[in-house]
């Protein structure tokens, strides 16, 4: 039984604590957030511990891993704690809000035999591993084009996305990592950024974007995004080879079709957003965390990648902000 | 360059027509009716002959073959005058009123090597026929379950169903030569009729029914019926083996797909009635006619299918008015 | 918390644990199985006591409530002990292997409040539970041809065949219920049974089968059987109304679609089996038994629910054997 | 009936040859080709006269329209001579080799009321036609992103790829268009070229791109292309809009779907390429023209059409070669 402490009581922390707390080799035990009585609200009917610092988690001697859900710029500062403490972190992304951080998190780190997961939760999603496992066994020959269709159902408060280090590194981080997923290292960007909703227009971050990604082979990943989408949380996957093609559709709540004088074949909207359409993908990144740590095999999504992600969006910041220029990483 | 006459200038009648017309080969050189303008109205654009009497186009040996789109009581008298003028047929469905009349049609062929053809239009149906020659290929083993689900967009007027033999001699009638296109001679039939539809209450004729045919190696092919369907013509088949099933789905005008706020995916209406579903089955049923004559190969559907279908439909009308027992054929 | 006790550690005892496990108001405290050590394999992860007879289930004071899933033969004793115990039953499908327990388990249960469901799992699952929603909210208009597709992926032993009560008891009788589900009491039944699995030949059982079902207003129900289908657990529900049409497709793993040269758009197989397909349903299910539970609302589907299904089933099996003739009920 | 005089009777050539020969108020009387027997064999099944140079076309009283097949460095010379000649023209794309050509053009054309379509046959493709009206009509709002995927079954003979002006003016042109077509005047365009089949390594051109186009209202067309696709032609197109998305999937030759034990519901392949993928398109282009010349309305495409999807090609060319810079048009 692994027993987990949740820092942040957000959105995020409370999709983590379910999942922990369905998981039968895990529980939670402690949860942290400095606001008001969050910590106690999710705590509470979870007979967990509450409290306002995280540090009083690190400090706890049977919490045995961390789920880091706390804002961006202390992600590095609670992995080197969580890493001293002797325990094992479960980071959401981005891992920071610059990839100068790297060289701290490094140092942090140093000669400890940390166990850190970054939350790229999609790469657990069960179609887009599905595609993942078939290109990888060779079914369409190599990836020559992927197209990643990303779109959030709603733009976040205003205030989210002041805080938020821009669309690049909030929302298409995980595409980013998508991206990788199928391509392996990325080594050129080209981005352009849209602003279509007049209600973000003061915000100073694009609603919308277009990035062109290409790996060493000369593979292209593009990437569609949107902070608005009328019919639910758009995320779909195409993968393109020589031999054939792959294709991740957007998940609906059931198969139920409907069919009336003007139209048929009519399907229900797509899931609403990230914690219902990746629910499962959730789950099984805590599986795949939690065996790791039990096996002590390798754990993936690693730091590494997490900078790598966050290197190729601040490439494409810098394109979409210098006019769409190609930038070499 | 083969000369047709068309007999009868109603809705079937144009559509022969207009097949002829766009055939490299063919052309329609008289057209007979007896009502009205109707023979002037459709032979005057093609500058066809118009005739008011069928025996002046089989009088007229400027015409090779003929297109019987009379009413169904008069197909037998045609398919006899036609093969006495040496002129080939191709005769719309029903070819009967009652199965009766196959000995008079026989008696009436003796001795003379007619061509006919049936107009069993759904067999040359793309989707249909490549799902046949799937099931030849044995791709899915031999067909256990066949499933066709067949509904005219809406009722046709009611004096046409005082005269039209009933939803079994009239409709399903291309549904049961569906049926033994797939699986062969029919042994046995059950049937069950609605009454759904309260304007069509006094017609005395069914306008929906579910009918259970099978053959003698016990594969059984169930038919859905209905007079009405909101969304088009409906217009299903599905073949289940122990190795597979296909299924050919409804057509629709375009493949563009709707999604909004509160659905997805949402196709349009299906086409229309039977002249846009059919249209290309329509031109491969007059090439494959085409086709027999010049090659002077066996021609089918036959006039054996025809009256084989006739008996089904007839059985299907003892058992749904006996209140659904068996009918042995 | 509902404290549970399962009678019958077999498959549909192991589904019903699973599911109360992991309700948050359930636990399994109690199973009985006389088999070997079924019983203590079951109940030993889930820290359960184990019962070689349903009997001590029942003399349990500590258990609220049972699952049954012992034989059919027994399912009438069990729910009339369970009801004497003053515990609530949540019955599996058949209620018993004859309409002619009915007048037994009535006199058992003669004044006793006794709470039981029958275990008629698709009416929960989510797909069909929304097209029944689309239905009463009017959306088709009244029901007119419900058409159901439902197949297994294969054949059970046949020692199972055996004691099953016949393919319309065991496998169809789902069918019926949800026939009724969507179209109320069913007034007359007509019924083809199939051979085709000559390993089956010998079982006295058909092993496919269609059946025809129609309610008082005229509406018609179709189910299309089989015992085995090659591409996994075959189960689609089409609704029929004069104003438009509701289909719930099968359940895939993934929505992920190959796309090779010879072919395009290819999904993965159905879900298994019933385990998978409707592990939402079971999920459900229980839910809403507890919830009746505790609100002290009506239980459905109910004891009623289950004769009416298993006359159905009686009547379909009659009409098969005597040749399709249909059978009032 | 307008009567054509087909210039270059190669493989569009044909084509075009084949829409007249069907449209009722057109007729190819005359083809003009000067290699080998082309002209002869194209003109002989059509009853046409066979001449060796386009010129002799221009002076055949008898023709009222050319449609320009002639390799790409002609057109604009074929333009202004049937221009002069007084006949409409049908060119293909693209209308030049470089958009310097246009001076040349506009000159050539001066004080002549020239009646000139260009062959972008897409904007008559029934989906994406619907897909139009329906943007037209306000069903999404206004489009934020165009997502285009246009693939080539393989790519053409190397030979050809010599002389074509470069994938973005002889492949992509008709996306460019597409673009145009939704999204109004392009302003800026990003283009990234891929190599990755070996076999044209040596031809100095991309045999894959992204290319990225930007209106003045900020809206983004996404191109992805590739000179190969296993599965066949593959022509995609996506809008999406605030208020929901509207996409057209690719044609099959029917509707069949195949489930096996190991997948379900696999479609057939697409159409092989334009010839079968856009035959409706190359018929209602036809008529449109003919329509537009007898109505004496606006012809659409124009030659400003062409010009302007020449240089958003000029334009990803220096994007792809540039490395990725925005072109700013």
């Given at each position: 039984m692994i027993r987990f402490g949740i820092i942040g009581a957000g959105r995020i922390g409370k999709v983590h604590a379910k999942t922990i707390t369905e998981h039968p080799d895990?529980?939670?035990?402690a949860v942290s957030d400095p606001f008001g009585t969050?910590?106690?609200?999710?705590a509470g009917p979870l007979a967990a511990k509450a409290y306002k610092e995280a540090e009083q988690i690190f400090a706890d001697p049977d919490v045995d891993a961390v789920v880091i859900g706390s804002p961006t710029p202390l992600?590095?500062?609670?992995?080197?704690?969580?890493?001293?403490?002797?325990?094992?972190?479960?980071?959401?992304?981005?891992?920071?809000?610059?990839?100068?951080?790297?060289?701290?998190?490094?140092?942090?780190?140093?000669?400890?035999?940390?166990?850190?997961?970054?939350?790229?939760?999609?790469?657990?999603?069960p179609s887009f591993k599905q595609m993942h496992d078939l290109v990888e066994a060779g079914e369409i020959g190599p990836v020559e084009q992927l197209?990643?269709?990303?779109?959030?159902?709603?733009?976040?408060?205003?205030?989210?996305?002041?805080?938020?280090?821009?669309?690049?590194?909030?929302?298409?981080?995980?595409?980013?990592?998508?991206?990788?997923?199928?391509?392996?290292?990325?080594?050129?960007?080209?981005?352009?950024?849209?602003?279509?909703?007049p209600d973000l227009a003061d915000t100073g971050d694009f609603d919308a974007a277009?990035?062109?990604?290409?790996?060493?082979?000369g593979a292209v990943a593009t990437i569609v995004n949107s902070r608005h989408c009328a019919t639910?949380?758009?995320?779909?996957?195409?993968?393109?080879?020589?031999?054939?093609?792959?294709?991740?559709d957007n998940v609906r709540a059931t198969t139920v079709r409907l069919s009336k004088d003007h139209y048929s074949d009519s399907a229900g909207?797509?899931?609403?957003?990230?914690?219902?359409?990746?629910?499962?993908?959730?789950?099984?990144?805590?599986?795949?965390?939690?065996?790791?740590?039990?096996?002590?095999?390798?754990?993936?999504?690693?730091i590494d990648d997490a900078f790598a992600a966050l290197k190729v969006a601040e490439a494409a910041e810098k394109s979409a902000r210098g006019g769409g220029e190609t930038i070499i990483l």
């Open positions: 895990a529980e939670v035990i969050a910590a106690e609200d999710l992600h590095v500062d609670h992995i080197i704690a969580a890493a001293k403490a002797g325990k094992a972190a479960l980071c959401e992304k981005p891992i920071a809000m610059s990839s100068d951080e790297e060289t701290r998190l490094r140092e942090g780190l140093e000669g400890i035999d940390a166990k850190v997961m970054l939350g790229f939760n999609r790469r657990f999603d197209t990643i269709i990303s779109r959030d159902p709603a733009a976040p408060p205003k205030d989210y996305i002041a805080v938020s280090g821009g669309i690049f590194k909030d929302m298409t981080i995980h595409d980013f990592d998508t991206a990788r997923y199928f391509l392996g290292p990325i080594v050129s960007v080209q981005a352009t950024g849209q602003n279509l909703d277009v990035i062109i990604l290409k790996n060493a082979a639910g949380y758009d995320q779909r996957l195409e993968a393109f080879g020589p031999k054939g093609m792959l294709f991740a909207p797509y899931l609403d957003f990230f914690l219902e359409r990746y629910a499962d993908a959730y789950a099984i990144e805590l599986s795949t965390f939690i065996e790791a740590l039990r096996d002590g095999t390798e754990i993936s999504p690693s």
